[in-house]
């Protein structure tokens, strides 16, 4: 199992932990954030946030491989709107 953890690069505060059977949404997240291309984030409470990539690393932890990704984030003038 694979774990993503996006952190606010400034406060180190997770905004946001998910977790995945593959790697494959985590490493496309990597792969366009490394390229420069401005991420658009979601925190626990559906915050949207413009993110720009300052680094990652990867490790394990029990049973997973765990991504941490740190953005320089901003709260987003347009927020998303979630329907349950």
């Known amino acids: 199992m694979y774990k993503l953890q996006v952190y606010n690069a400034e406060t180190q505060e997770i905004l ?3 977790t ?30 413009k993110g720009d990539y300052v680094t990652h690393s990867n490790s394990t932890e029990e049973d997973f491989e765990v ?12 927020q998303a709107r979630f329907i349950n």
């Open 67 to 78: 991504y941490k990704v740190y953005f320089q984030v901003e709260l987003s003038d347009i």
């Open 20 to 49: 995945y059977k593959k790697p494959d949404l985590i490493q496309s997240l990597l792969e366009s954030a490394e390229k420069g291309q401005e991420c658009f984030l979601f925190d626990e409470e559906c915050k949207t946030y």
């Open 16 to 18: 946001r932990e998910k």
